[in-house]
């Protein structure tokens, strides 16, 4: 399809973008941090374009195959790390966030099918669609998270350990880290509250009921929990720093345990049409 060159320009500007903000981390200069930014935008621009005239031309929600998934996946974690660049304005955190969507990109490229598979009609449900996007979206802001998980254990590493290097004076404070991690997650968990509670009004609908025994079902579930636990613990318990950093990180191996792992082995609606 000639669309899947708006796919393959996307990928590049993000490598590009990437390219930039390693060289603003190591060099600390304006200029890389901004060419990061006009190349991040513009990969935005080339894969939105690509995602609606893939819209247009199967005529549904392009995230219910494995190549659709990985890209529609991709296209929401660079939409929530935009957000936060332009609010925060903490270019060297696209170092520890874009190789995840770079990754689902090359994979979801080198997969490309030629022709959309064929749904089965239970898939056409109109709260499928409400489902996968509320789904995607949190995971998205989750994954932005578990980058900024990653900034805060390595910088607290070279501030305990006292191996302070360039890399220390480029990130922001633990403070920030520590906040702008749980405030991803604050807006990421009631989009995945409301995504597993669509989930749950399509299943009845399709089969009259909500399975418990679905593998996806209750790994999805274990996930809402780890972040729940986040949650309560920053509210009620006081937690902060390394302690709650390793627990929203263990919540994110159950994410990709569960959209990756699951559903390539699984059988049925949780599937991926590969």
């Known amino acids: ?68 998934s990985l890209s529609f996946f991709a296209f929401t974690v660079v939409l929530w790390y935009f957000a936060v660049e332009l609010k925060y304005r903490l270019q060297v955190l696209g170092v520890f966030v874009l190789p995840l969507p770079l990754l689902m990109l090359s994979a979801s490229l080198s997969g490309a099918p030629e022709q959309p598979p064929n749904l089965d009609p239970v898939l056409q449900s109109a709260w ?26 390595l910088q607290e590493w070279q501030i305990r350990t ?23 997650i604050a807006l990421a968990y009631p989009l995945l509250t409301l995504g597993i509670l669509a989930g749950m009004v399509w299943a009845r609908q399709a089969q009259g009921s909500f399975r418990l025994d679905d593998p996806k079902i209750l790994s999805t579930l274990l996930m809402w929990f780890f972040y729940s636990c986040y949650l309560l613990a920053r509210f009620f318990g006081g937690w902060r720093g390394r302690k709650v950093t390793y627990l929203s990180l263990a919540g994110y191996l159950v994410l990709l345990f569960t959209f990756l792992g699951i559903s390539l082995i699984l059988k049925g609606w949780h599937a991926f049409i590969l």
């Open 128 to 153: 499928l669609p409400v489902h996968t996007a509320l789904i995607f979206l949190s995971y998205a802001g989750l994954t932005v998270a578990f980058g900024v998980g990653l900034a805060y254990l």
């Open 1 to 68: 399809m000639d669309s899947i060159i708006l796919l393959q320009l996307a990928f590049a500007l993000y490598c590009a973008s990437l390219v930039f903000y390693l060289a603003f981390l190591g060099l600390r200069r304006s200029g890389w941090g901004q060419a990061a930014f006009y190349s991040l935008g513009g990969g935005f621009a080339a894969h939105l374009i690509f995602l609606l005239v893939r819209l247009y031309l199967i005529g549904r929600f392009p995230s219910l195959d494995l190549f659709g």
């Open 162 to 184: 006292k191996r302070v290097s360039a890399l220390c004076y480029s990130l922001p404070s633990l403070d920030e880290l520590d906040f702008l991690g749980y405030r991803l």
